[in-house]
């Protein structure tokens, strides 16, 4: 993994929440993943999972704007930062975002960990 194929990753997985596509979502993780949407709670465990808890939890089109970008990759280990802005019906919010990353040799995510704070 390198800072650009990381980078690369990054625009895609943003891409993917975008536009909610299946085949997009799942090429971005490997079979066995492990994703958690914060360090305390339990992982999804695998691509099919990953695939249906976005699906079954989509962000309206329109209400939600996001940009990550690396801030150390080690290896196949990476670290992302990033701000999420929200507008929708819950009012305008925005979250300082981390992302805790370590990727197999094609370059899919087998472990995944978001770390985030809401601005006040």
Known sequence: MTR???A?????????WRTYDPAAIGALFSEDV???????????VGREAIVKDWLDNPDKPGTWEAEYRP???SGND???????RYDDSDGKREYHNVFLCRFDADG????FTE??????
Not at 8 to 16: F, K, N, P, S, T
Not at 34 to 44: C, F, G, M, V
Not at 78 to 84: D, E
């Open 4 to 6: 650009d194929d990381f």
């Open 8 to 16: 690369r990753w990054l625009d895609a997985y943003v891409e993917a």
């Open 34 to 44: 492990t994703y958690r949407y914060n360090p305390w709670s339990d992982p999804l």
């Open 71 to 73: 801030w150390l990759v």
């Open 78 to 84: 990476a670290v992302a930062t990033g701000v999420s």
């Open 108 to 111: 899919r995510c087998l472990e």
């Open 115 to 120: 770390v985030y704070l809401k601005r006040h």
